[in-house]
């Protein structure tokens, strides 16, 4: 491996980073009903966890509630617990036909945890963008080992690798920052 590959592939690592924290904060429940706040939820379906999008229909009427529509009738317990299950504090209503979530407003203190839990998630990435940044150091410093590159090559090259990393934990603080601004929104 060179030189810019080692570059590349970091800045790509760093980006799965970013993205994996957006999935978790589409996962995170700001008040306003989202299909998305269901995808991270498993149904015990025939012993196999399955996610509740692959065995119904999810909808978002309105900013207040989400609909699912099971697409065999034996799945409506089994969806219905796994939402109480699941820690987003949400209660199912059955009707027999569909299972409605009305997302209550957000409690003071539920914003406060969800903004602990952005800010952990936020960290998170913050250590998977630095882990990338201690891999590409010792991936060039190997090269300058066996004289593939010069001493002022890896300098310039681990320069250019802070300056990755500076760039995306900035992203992930932004990200954070607008994340808890959304929760904290009433």
């Given at each position: ?45 025939y012993g196999t966890p399955t996610p509740i999008s692959q065995v119904a229909s999810v909808a978002v009427p309105d900013s207040r509630c989400i609909t699912i529509q ?117």
């Amino acid at each position: 491996m060179d030189m810019e590959s080692i570059l590349l592939d970091a800045e790509e690592r760093m980006e799965k980073a970013i993205a994996a924290l957006e999935r978790e904060f589409s996962r995170l429940r700001t008040g306003r009903a989202s299909a998305s706040l269901v995808d991270g939820i498993k149904v015990d379906y025939y012993g196999t966890p399955t996610p509740i999008s692959q065995v119904a229909s999810v909808a978002v009427p309105d900013s207040r509630c989400i609909t699912i529509q099971p697409w065999d009738r034996n799945a409506f317990s089994l969806i219905e617990k796994a939402i109480l299950k699941s820690d987003l504090g949400l209660n199912p209503v059955n009707d027999g036909k569909i299972i409605r979530i009305n997302i209550p407003p957000l409690t003071e203190e539920r914003r406060k945890d969800l903004g602990k839990m952005a800010r952990k998630y936020a960290e998170e990435a913050k250590v998977a963008v630095r882990n990338v940044r201690r891999d590409a150091n010792e991936q060039l410093k190997k090269l300058e080992k066996n004289k593939e590159l010069s001493e002022d090559d890896l300098r310039k090259a681990q320069e250019d690798v802070q300056k990755l990393t500076d760039r995306f934990v900035a992203k992930t603080d932004e990200k954070a920052g607008a994340k808890e601004k959304e929760i904290m929104d009433i």
